[in-house]
């Protein structure tokens, strides 16, 4: 069987290879690599996007292989609404709102809706069928290669607008939802995670990469603390009208206490605990830039983002047998389910678990 070379776009980070199954040796040779890196979802390997790099993935394949290009969605042309078209995307806000969803969440339901509308705005829209729905959603998927958050951001979407916006009956539209996938988070190491947090010389960046991991926080919700919900004396966090509108606490580790102390006494936040330059909230951006670049600077796992390191504090609660129960309250999961996946992501050898054979063999007198 041949080895699959994915032809990187332009701009792109990383070249991802496939390797047959039987060849181990053209694994352990691509694991030698620098910046070599396995997706085990994927079943694919990467190495860093450069000219060398992708010459020396040739000439270890050694001929046998073959060069495809990769399969990226088709970008959805912007169509200028028309009036209907305007007034169903205020009904919908209207409905949002009404219902106290978040600012985001409204924004995400008026974007995925507009898509709608630009292919049904000349139409009524109530009289609209669910096989022509159906019909809609199979085109994007299947022309322009839509992804499956998209494509259930996009029936969220619309039937929001039915059930709420226009009151139609739930089981009006149950139209089909792609397969879920069972994907396991990507957590770093212990290691890793420290040179990543340890690495920003800059006091505050170094404060907000801690105080992520070492409470489990999205980013969303690091940004929305404010310096009244540091608990310092009851050892713990606050966290406001985090996902799905919730309060909640999270653990307050005593080493971050120091920490925020030290910044707190240099840049004297007024409310916010992280504030940009003008006072207002810091970035989303500005902190996924921050970790961009400890990973950069760590050599650590290059496809990690500012989330991979609530995944690593759960995965790392779990190994320092924190209950289960503990840890979805601190993660605000409302399901047990939820929380059950960092199981999976356990650090698995013979380090963090003894072999029944080794347990056998400890005090026995056979030899192998």
């Given at each position: 069987m041949q080895s699959i070379i994915y032809q990187p776009l332009k701009g792109a980070k990383r070249i991802k290879i496939h390797i047959p199954y039987q060849s181990l040796d053209l694994r352990e040779a691509i694991k030698k690599?620098?910046?070599s890196f396995w997706h085990p979802n994927q079943k694919l390997w990467s190495v860093i996007n450069t000219t060398e790099n992708f010459d020396q993935l040739k000439a270890?394949?050694?001929g046998n292989y073959k060069i495809e290009k990769t399969v990226t969605s088709t970008p959805i042309p912007s169509v200028p609404l028309n009036s209907n078209a305007i007034d169903a995307l205020y009904s919908l806000e209207k409905a949002l709102v009404l219902k106290q969803y978040s600012r985001s969440s409204v924004q995400v339901y008026k974007k995925m809706f507009s898509v709608f509308l630009s292919k049904f705005m000349q139409r009524n829209l109530s009289?609209?069928?669910?096989d022509e729905i159906e019909g809609f959603?199979?085109?994007?998927?299947?022309k322009n290669k839509i992804s499956e958050s998209y494509q259930n951001q996009l029936i969220n979407a619309i039937k929001c607008y039915y059930e709420h916006a226009l009151k139609m009956?739930?089981?009006?539209y149950d139209i089909q939802r792609p397969k879920k996938t069972l994907n396991i988070p990507n957590v770093l190491s212990k290691d890793e995670v420290l040179k990543i947090i340890q690495n920003p010389k800059n006091l505050k960046h170094r404060a907000i990469l801690h105080t992520i991991y070492s409470s489990g926080l999205r980013i969303s919700e690091l940004i929305n603390l404010r310096i009244v919900d540091i608990h310092s004396n009851e050892g713990y966090l606050f966290i406001k009208d985090s996902k799905g509108k919730k309060d909640r606490k999270t653990i307050l580790s005593e080493h971050l206490v120091l920490l925020l102390r030290d910044y707190y006494q240099k840049y004297k936040p007024s409310y916010w605990l992280f504030e940009g330059q003008s006072g207002d909230q810091y970035s989303a951006a500005s902190i996924r830039a921050i970790f961009r670049k400890s990973v950069?600077?760590?050599?650590?796992?290059?496809?990690a983002t500012v989330h991979t390191l609530r995944h690593s504090f759960a995965t790392h609660c779990i190994e320092n047998n924190v209950s289960m129960r503990h840890l979805q309250n601190m993660l605000g999961h409302n399901s047990p389910k939820t929380t059950e996946i960092y199981t999976k992501t356990i650090e698995i050898n013979n380090k963090t678990i003894?072999?029944?054979?080794d347990s056998l063999l400890k005090n026995s007198t056979l030899h192998l």
């Amino acid at each position: 069987m041949q080895s699959i070379i994915y032809q990187p776009l332009k701009g792109a980070k990383r070249i991802k290879i496939h390797i047959p199954y039987q060849s181990l040796d053209l694994r352990e040779a691509i694991k030698k690599l620098n910046g070599s890196f396995w997706h085990p979802n994927q079943k694919l390997w990467s190495v860093i996007n450069t000219t060398e790099n992708f010459d020396q993935l040739k000439a270890i394949c050694k001929g046998n292989y073959k060069i495809e290009k990769t399969v990226t969605s088709t970008p959805i042309p912007s169509v200028p609404l028309n009036s209907n078209a305007i007034d169903a995307l205020y009904s919908l806000e209207k409905a949002l709102v009404l219902k106290q969803y978040s600012r985001s969440s409204v924004q995400v339901y008026k974007k995925m809706f507009s898509v709608f509308l630009s292919k049904f705005m000349q139409r009524n829209l109530s009289e609209i069928t669910k096989d022509e729905i159906e019909g809609f959603v199979y085109e994007l998927i299947t022309k322009n290669k839509i992804s499956e958050s998209y494509q259930n951001q996009l029936i969220n979407a619309i039937k929001c607008y039915y059930e709420h916006a226009l009151k139609m009956p739930r089981e009006y539209y149950d139209i089909q939802r792609p397969k879920k996938t069972l994907n396991i988070p990507n957590v770093l190491s212990k290691d890793e995670v420290l040179k990543i947090i340890q690495n920003p010389k800059n006091l505050k960046h170094r404060a907000i990469l801690h105080t992520i991991y070492s409470s489990g926080l999205r980013i969303s919700e690091l940004i929305n603390l404010r310096i009244v919900d540091i608990h310092s004396n009851e050892g713990y966090l606050f966290i406001k009208d985090s996902k799905g509108k919730k309060d909640r606490k999270t653990i307050l580790s005593e080493h971050l206490v120091l920490l925020l102390r030290d910044y707190y006494q240099k840049y004297k936040p007024s409310y916010w605990l992280f504030e940009g330059q003008s006072g207002d909230q810091y970035s989303a951006a500005s902190i996924r830039a921050i970790f961009r670049k400890s990973v950069k600077e760590t050599d650590s796992n290059p496809w990690a983002t500012v989330h991979t390191l609530r995944h690593s504090f759960a995965t790392h609660c779990i190994e320092n047998n924190v209950s289960m129960r503990h840890l979805q309250n601190m993660l605000g999961h409302n399901s047990p389910k939820t929380t059950e996946i960092y199981t999976k992501t356990i650090e698995i050898n013979n380090k963090t678990i003894t072999s029944p054979l080794d347990s056998l063999l400890k005090n026995s007198t056979l030899h192998l």
